[in-house]
């Protein structure tokens, strides 16, 4: 790997673990304000409605400038939505324009990568900046829970600092941390190297955008390939922001854990996902990317265990299995989707289409998980219908992979053009 993939990673890191650590101060914000339960889950999906709304347009975004500055201009705009938090504009609303700036983000992050590297480096790649990414949940998280809890905000406000800048409460303080990260992670965008890629005129006219969009989407949910790691990918990152919330919960109800403490068993999940990412990176090349999708059913069995546990000590090797079962089939899906992207059209575009689905899948997991804690329904149910979901799932997914074998040889794709 050169230079300039470092300082992507670099970047990436520090961004998500300003998004990571962002995301429980505001859902502090929200406790402070007496907020309905139900608006807790609503927190992340105002962050990823935007990569819904701007699927068709932030794939030209990203293609039509280098892609080191689209990320600097995203990460100016996660700042100004922490700024809004400072001015108690809603948690709900501010942090949606930084969600607006994650989407902006999301397309230039990984479509450089099929820029810069060659279509074999592709899942080490991944491997790196999903484990950087992981990593970066994990410190974000415990980051997070640090700043929510009373003995953070009073470090915070201990020194002098703050006062000279107006900040008063913790809340401020936490925040203004998180602005520090992003700006940051700016700095290193601005040292991204130019890779000379470059793409045809970009559209501007939004309906073209749009038609654009839908046939680059119907493209990828045609290709052999690319429907079988389009459609992992898109239920993983569903799954996951939804499993985020549901283990929140769960640890404040099975285990009586508070806020700040329930955060590290988010960083323990993210512990899994990095050590299975790293272990996929090394034993799964590329060609034989698909035949990690059994772990997929496996990860939502072991879900449903969870209404078993009650203590902290099996809580710990339990969400860290999921965590690895999850990291260890993602990885080599999402490097099989992003080279099938490449091929089949613009990186850029590719990347669009790709977060308009995971995120749609967010939408969708995370309004019924809504849903259900509005109509109280028991924790334990939730946890297994939702385990059994997952699983059930990725076995049709499973299904649909043979069929398609039996039409075509799926493993002779891989390298292909159009078809």
């Known amino acids: 790997m050169n230079r300039g993939f470092y300082t992507i990673m670099a970047a990436q890191f520090f961004s998500s673990l300003a998004d990571n650590a962002l995301l429980f101060v505001a859902i502090s914000l929200l406790v402070a304000m007496d907020a ?43 700042v100004f939505g922490c700024g809004l ?82 900040i008063g409460t913790g809340a401020e303080a936490a925040m203004a941390v998180v602005v520090a990260i992003y ?17 045809e005129h970009q559209e501007r006219n939004p309906i073209k955008l749009i038609t654009d969009f839908a046939n680059c989407s119907a493209t990828l949910w045609r290709d052999k390939l690319g429907q079988i790691s389009l459609a992992v990918t898109t239920l993983f990152w569903g799954a996951g922001a939804t499993l985020q919330f549901i283990v929140l919960k769960w640890a404040e109800r099975s285990l009586h854990l508070p806020l700040d403490k329930a955060t ?43 209404v078993f546990v009650t203590s902290v000590s099996l809580a710990y090797p339990l969400l860290a299995l999921i965590g690895f079962l999850s990291g260890f089939f993602v990885v080599p899906m999402n490097a099989l989707l992003q080279h099938r992207g490449h091929v089949l059209m613009s990186a850029g575009h590719s990347i669009a289409v790709q977060n308009f689905n995971e995120n749609l899948s967010i ?12 109509l109280n329904l028991d924790l334990d149910l939730i946890i297994v219908i939702f385990g059994l979901s997952v699983a059930g799932i990725m076995l049709l997914i499973q299904r649909r992979h043979t069929l398609n074998q039996r039409e075509h040889d799926s493993l002779g794709l891989i390298g292909e053009g159009k078809h």
Not at 285 to 306: A, D, Q, R
Not at 365 to 373: D, R
């Open 36 to 78: 309905p339960a139900s608006l807790t889950p609503l927190l992340k999906l105002s962050f990823v409605l935007f990569y819904v709304l701007l699927a068709a347009f932030v794939g030209a975004f990203a293609d039509a400038l280098p892609k080191g500055r689209v990320m600097f201009i995203a990460n100016v705009i996660k």
């Open 85 to 166: 938090m400072f001015h108690t504009v809603h948690p709900l609303l501010s942090y949606a324009v930084v969600g607006f700036g994650a989407a902006v983000y999301s397309p230039a992050k990984y479509g450089i990568l099929t820029e810069l590297l060659p279509p074999e480096k592709l899942v080490p790649a991944n491997g790196w900046i999903e484990g950087l990414t992981v990593m970066s949940i994990i410190l974000g998280t415990v980051l997070g829970g640090a700043l929510v809890s009373e003995r953070g905000a009073n470090f915070l406000l201990s020194f002098e600092l703050p006062h000279l800048l107006g």
């Open 183 to 199: 700006l940051l992670a700016a700095l290193f965008n601005l040292r991204i190297p130019d890779t000379g890629a470059r793409y």
């Open 264 to 306: 590290n068993l988010i960083g323990v999940v993210a512990i899994g996902v990095a050590l299975g990412a790293a272990m996929a990176a090394r034993m799964v090349p590329l060609k034989k990317s698909l035949t990690v999708i059994p772990m997929g059913i496996v990860m939502g069995l072991v879900v449903t265990s969870m």
């Open 363 to 374: 939408l969708t997991m995370l309004a019924a998980y809504a849903i259900m804690i509005t």
